[in-house]
């Protein structure tokens, strides 16, 4: 019987993590709003953008739900959402954060799993990994509907992580990278050992820490040494 390393498991984030998209995500938002009659410069857009932002790295369909009342409106919300998102990235607006593809075969390369999550569906995580050239870069990738519907604050895609891959013997030999809220809840409601914060994305060290961060660090890119000092 062979036994797996300590943090041989490593789940990481993409929009805001591993990758760069400019704020796409109220770009798209503000489109979709539009679509469903809220109009730019209302309270009422004000508002729902304010919720968008408060929530980063939920699942979309769940912040619609919210927004839009009935699932009607929130799965037409989230059509269109997607379909302004994919536009954006068609448009050549993303970008690996620095650092991310490396980090990404510096572990694997190491001999660990890596699995890259999503808010989005599958449709707009697909297009984000065909823009990056990213088809194949880790060894498993999953959006809510992979883990059963919920996402995120719901620990769901990490254990289906977990249970999928079978690269750990135990929950907190997990390690969860993040740059949300959102993220470091997931990451501590599994079990994982390590939730690391990063600062390229929605929220700030102190909305990080408070939600549960172990580590928060500059960028995905200063992930390895943890690895390696926690062993």
Same mark, same amino acid.
């Given at each position: ?90 448009? &050549?607006?993303? #970008?690996? $954060? ?8 510096? *572990?694997?390369?190491? @001999?660990? %799993?890596? +699995? ?76 994982? &050992?390590?939730? #690391?914060? $990063? ?8 909305? *990080?820490?408070?939600? @549960?961060? %172990?580590? +928060? ?15």
């Amino acid at each position: 019987m062979t036994t797996a390393r300590k943090n041989d498991l490593i789940v990481l984030d993409m929009a805001g993590t591993t990758v760069a998209d400019g704020g796409l995500v109220e770009q798209a938002f503000e489109r979709a709003a539009e679509r469903l009659g809220v109009r730019p410069g209302t309270a009422d857009h004000r508002a729902k953008l304010h919720y968008v932002r408060d929530t980063m790295g939920e699942s979309k369909i769940s912040v619609f739900r919210h927004l839009f009342g009935t699932e009607q409106l929130a799965q037409r919300a989230n059509t269109a959402f997607e379909e302004a998102y994919g536009e954006l990235v068609d448009g &050549g607006l993303i #970008a690996p $954060v620095p650092g991310a593809r490396e980090v990404i075969e510096t *572990l694997r390369a190491d @001999g660990r %799993t890596v +699995v890259l999550t999503t808010g989005f569906a599958r449709v707009t995580q697909d297009a984000i990994l065909d823009a990056l050239g990213w088809q194949g870069l880790a060894d498993l990738t999953l959006c809510p509907a992979d883990a059963g519907g919920r996402g995120r604050p719901y620990p769901d895609m990490v254990l289906a992580a977990f249970l999928r891959t079978g690269a750990v013997a135990d929950v907190r030999e997990v390690v969860v990278a993040g740059d949300t809220a959102y993220d470091m809840l997931s990451g501590r409601r599994s079990g994982a &050992g390590i939730v #690391a914060g $990063v600062l390229t994305g929605a929220h700030d060290r102190a909305a *990080l820490t408070e939600h @549960g961060a %172990t580590h +928060v660090l500059g960028s995905i890119a200063e992930l390895p040494p943890i690895l390696v000092e926690s062993a």
